[in-house]
C-alpha cells in the first residue's frame, strides 16, 4: 500500500473541493493538501472547442469520459464524477437563497432553522461571488440588501429578453436578469462572455469551471492532485476520536492502493457520495458508519420541486440568442407569516416551443419544399416563453440514502440508492401550492395575447442536498455550521451536503458560500494547531497511530 501524507486530505474534486482548497492556499501557504478525486482529470481547456463542436453536431457528451463506470447512485440526477464535478455542466446561475431559508421553524413552525446567521452566510456570498466571478444587478426587493455589489456588471439582456421583460411588467411582479458566474468582463485571468449559447461547455472560459482553479494550482503547486483514485472507507485512531487515514483505489492499476494521512480531512463528494463514504466506513465501534451517532448520515436529503409552463404570446421573438439566460423573480421569496405557506422563485425564458420546422403537420401529412416553409411561418409568427418556478420542500426523515448490497462497483463495495420524501407539512400544502403558482402563470399569460400551451411538474429534486445536515444539536444533525462533523474532531463535510433545507432557487452558490465558510474555519483551526505546537485536536497520522 502505498502511503502519502498531507497536512489537508480532500476527497472529491468538485466546486467544494476547490474553492476550499483555494482559500486554505491562500490563507496558509505552504500547508501540504492532497485533492483525491474517483473520476478523471480532463481539464483540457485546449480541446474544448472540439468537444463542444461534436456535442452540437452529435448531441455527445460535452465532456468525454465524465463518469466512472461502475460508480452509479440508483436515483441520483446526475453521474458526472471527474475533475471539475457536476460545475463542468452547470449553467452558471448564482442565485442567493433569502434570509427565510435560514428561520423556517422561527417564522413559520416548519421544518428547522439553521445554526447559522443571515449577515453570516451573507458574507460569504460575497466571498462567493468573488471567487467564481459573478455578473449581475441588485434585486429590485429590499429585502434582498447586499453588504456589496456584485464584482461585474449584468450580462446584457437579448432582444427577446427585453420584449419578455416589457411583457413581464404588465403582471405587476418585478424581474431582472438572472446573475451568472460568466465575466462581461475580463475576471480572474479568463475572458468575456460570447453569448454563444453553449454554456454547458463554454468554449472561451467566461463561465466559472473548477478546473480552472485546480489548474492553477497545480501549476503552483499548491496542491497534489490524485484523480481516478477512489476512496473506499475511512480508518479512525484507536479512540474513535480522529480519522488517521483514507484508504483508496488506484483505478488505472488493479490491486493498486493508497493511504492517505493527514492532520484534517474533508470530505467534499456532494450530497450522494459523502453520506455514501461515511455509511461504507462503518466499523464495530460505529456499526452505523462514521458521523452517524445521531443515524442521521444520509437522511434529510434535501431540494426543491418545481413546476413549468409553456406560453404563446403575440411578440415577435427570435430565438437562439443566448438562451439559457433569464429573467428572474424573487416577490415570491418572501410569505406572510399569516398566510398560508408557499415560497418560490419565478424565472422567465425565451423558448422555441412550437416554432421549430418539422416534416409532418398535425395530420401526419408530409412537408416538403414550400410547404414546410409555409408551416414554419405560419407557427413562428407569434413567440414563446418558458416560465418555471422552483418552490420550496421540506425532508422527511425518510428522504435518506441508504446502500443497496444488491448493486455493488467492482470492489464489492454497495451502492448507493436514494429516494426523496418530503415531510408531512409540505405534502399537505402541495395542491394550495401548485395552484399558487399556477395562479401566478396564468396571471402572466393574460397579457400580450398569451395562452398556456403546456404545463410541465418535475418527478424529481433539483440541486439536491442534505445527507449530513448541521446543526448545533448533536442528536438531531450530523457536523456543526462549519461542517465539523460532531463525532470526529479532524472531520468535516462540506458544501451541498450540509444543508438543512434546500430553499426555491439554485442552490450552488449557496453550496459554495458554506464551503467558504467551512474553509475559514478549519483555516483557523490549522492555525491554532501549529501555534500551539501541541496538535491535540489536531494531530499528524503519524502521532495518531
Known sequence: MRRIESDVCI????????????????????????????????????????????????????????????QEAHGVISRTMAVGGSALHWGGVTNRFSEEDLRLRSLYGLAVDWPLEWDDLERHYVEAESALGVSGEASPCPEDRRSAPYPMPPMPLSYNLKILEGWTRKSGIPFGGTPQAKNTEAYDGRGVCQRCNTCEIC???????????????????????????????????????TVVRAEAADLRQPGETLSFEARAFVIA?????????????????????????????????????????????????????????????????????????????LRVWESPHGREPRLADEGGRLLLGDALLDDWRRRAAK?????????????????????????????????????????????ARAKETKGHVREVFGRMARHDGGRILAETEGDY??????????????????CDSYGRTHDHENLWVVGSPTLPTGGCTNGTLTFAALTLRSAGDLSRELGEAARSQSLVRLRPAALAR
Not at 492553477?216 to 472507507?233: C, S, W
Not at 463528494?269 to 448520515?297: D, M
Not at 416563453?385 to 418552490?391: K, N
Open 461 to 478: 429534486l433539483d440541486h439536491p442536498g442534505g445527507g449530513c445536515r448541521m446543526g448545533r444539536d448533536p442528536t438531531a444533525s450530523v
Open 203 to 241: 468554449p472561451t472560459g467566461a463561465r466559472y469551471s473548477p478546473d480552472f482553479t485546480f489548474g492553477r494550482m497545480l501549476e503552483a503547486r499548491q496542491i497534489a492532485l490524485y484523480d481516478e483514485t477512489l476512496v473506499r472507507r475511512l480508518i479512525l485512531h484507536d479512540t474513535g476520536r
Open 11 to 70: 476527497i472529491g474534486g468538485g466546486i467544494s473541493a476547490a474553492l476550499l482548497a483555494q482559500k486554505l492556499a491562500r490563507r496558509r501557504p505552504g500547508l501540504s493538501i492532497a485533492v483525491v478525486e474517483a473520476g478523471r482529470k480532463i481539464a483540457d481547456f485546449e480541446n474544448r472547442a472540439r468537444y463542444r463542436q461534436r456535442w452540437l453536431e452529435y448531441g455527445e457528451n460535452p465532456w468525454p469520459g465524465d463518469f466512472v463506470r461502475d
Open 269 to 345: 463528494s456532494g450530497y450522494a457520495w459523502s453520506s455514501h463514504l461515511l455509511l461504507l466506513s462503518a466499523e464495530p465501534r460505529f456499526p452505523q458508519g462514521l458521523a452517524n451517532s445521531s443515524g442521521l448520515v444520509g437522511r434529510y436529503l434535501t431540494g426543491h420541486a418545481f413546476l413549468g409552463a409553456q406560453v404563446e404570446l403575440d411578440l415577435r421573438l427570435y430565438p437562439g440568442m443566448n438562451e439559457q439566460h433569464s429573467l428572474i423573480s424573487r416577490q415570491f421569496f418572501r410569505c406572510a407569516t399569516d398566510r398560508p405557506y408557499v415560497r418560490h422563485d
Open 383 to 427: 413567440g414563446a416563453a418558458r416560465l418555471r418556478a422552483y418552490y420550496d420542500v421540506h425532508p422527511s426523515k425518510e428522504s435518506a440514502l441508504i446502500l443497496d448490497p444488491a448493486r455493488r462497483n467492482r470492489f464489492g463495495d454497495p451502492l448507493p440508492r436514494i429516494q426523496h420524501v418530503v415531510d408531512d407539512a409540505t405534502k
